[in-house]
């Protein structure tokens, strides 16, 4: 399982439920990288979606405490077990965690990879964060990618690898 993610210079991830910046070049990146797959995501991360709906072209199991919760297009999940036993037939490299932080704290012990965008600013307002990988024993950089700049900031893509695995 591999996780994705941009996180700001304090490891933030989001404000009120949004993404903290716009960076078309990381998208087409999310993109390329989650075709085809599975993503797993929390029903907060899904509203933030265009429309709420699921992102197409991969299969979207949620995961929601709401018994009643039903989206075209989703697999629904009651818990993080649940959505694991969905994604259980799913080859390794092709299931991604795609937020929100509680989903990615969570799950983050159990993946090999973290596709990182790594924003060289401070974000005002971030409420959402992501566990720093820096300082977390059994991740490494595996590479880093020369600096994108778009949209007013500069970013890099990080790729952490988990040693404990």
Excluded: H
Excluded at 27 to 49: A, C
Excluded at 120 to 125: H, K, L, N, S, T
Aim: contains cysteine; proline residues 4%; glycine residues 10%.
């Amino acid at each position: 399982m591999n996780a994705i993610v941009v996180v700001d210079q304090n490891w933030a991830i989001g404000c009120n439920g949004d993404l903290l910046f716009s960076l078309p070049t990381d998208m087409k990146r999310f993109r390329s990288l989650t075709i085809g797959g599975t993503v797993i995501l929390g029903r907060k991360t899904l509203d933030s979606f265009p429309g709420g709906r699921p992102l197409p072209k991969r299969r979207n199991i949620v995961i929601t405490r709401n018994v009643d919760f039903d989206r075209e297009g989703c697999e629904i999940a009651g818990s993080l077990q649940a959505a694991l036993e969905l994604a259980a037939d799913t080859e390794d490299g092709k299931l991604w965690v795609i937020g929100g932080g509680s989903v990615y704290a969570a799950l983050l012990s159990r993946c090999k990879r973290v596709y990182l965008t790594k924003v060289d600013a401070v974000a005002e307002g971030a409420d959402t964060f992501f566990p720093n990988l820096d300082k977390l024993p059994g991740w490494k950089v595996e590479a880093t990618s020369e600096p994108v700049e778009e949209n007013g900031v500069t970013y890099r893509f990080v790729d952490y690898i988990n040693t404990k695995l």
